[in-house]
């Protein structure tokens, strides 16, 4: 039976206190509490900052195996384009603690829009690919030009590739949402849909939105159509802000659950202290 493993974008959102993280939860305790509700997680600041080993070891130290992950690749990969073999090298001997035991859901990699599909885009692609060539990688596209049955056709045939799916605002400019899983593995983010996406001034406000049950359900939809498709979907939740994503978890785990989906279902009981013992 196939495997839904839903979780977050990220785990750091203080928002999340009171819903996933007991009130009081300091930050560094956050991804303890999180892998209690959750099996896997996307993490975002790897886009920002090349991710180090002590921070992997931490995170899987932390989560003690029962998360998979998601790691976003820094943006000299996808947005300012100077990366080197060697960066991607160096990047990839970071994760290796996840590879080892298994943990590593995928590679994510976001183009912008201005990454359109032309001739010396698709060769930096081919390139690229080549660096990350044993690894699962979820792409994402934002310009539309990729978004058609010849570039999806060439993600079935390459065992490594996952389309990135996601669910925006249907007025930002970006491609419609239509739910396309290449065989084994689908990847799926959802941003919400927030009409004054591009008037709001942060992420957290662009974020402020809560699926309703209907969309749920077309959503939950989507996925029931094609589960003789994949083994693993891995679902993230980008909208985080004021814990919407909390509840449209909640609500799309109950919706797909008589489907027979795998799915992490129950919350694990917050470990003893020592001291209780006594």
Known sequence: MPHIYIGTGGYADSDLLGTVYPLGTAKEDFLSHYCRHYDTVEINSSFHAPIGLKVVQGMLEKSNGKLQFSIKLYQDFSHTRVATKENAKAFLNALQP???KQLLAALFLQFPHRFERNLNNRRYLAELLQWFTDYPMAIEFRHPSWHCETVFETFCRQPNLIWGNVDYPTNVGLPIFQLKINPNTGYLRLH???????????????????????????????????KERFERLFIYFQNTTQSHSFYNIATLKDLLQPFG???????????????DLF
Do not use: C
Not at 202 to 224: G, K, M
Not at 262 to 270: G, N, R, S
């Open 98 to 100: 996840l590879v080892e």
């Open 192 to 226: 919400g849909r927030n009409g004054n996406w591009w008037r709001e001034n942060s992420a957290q406000a662009r974020h402020n939105y809560r699926y309703t049950e209907n969309e749920l359900v077309e959503i939950a939809n989507l996925i029931v159509q094609q």
């Open 261 to 275: 989906f795998e799915m992490k279902t129950q919350v694990d009981e917050i470990p003893h202290q020592q001291w």
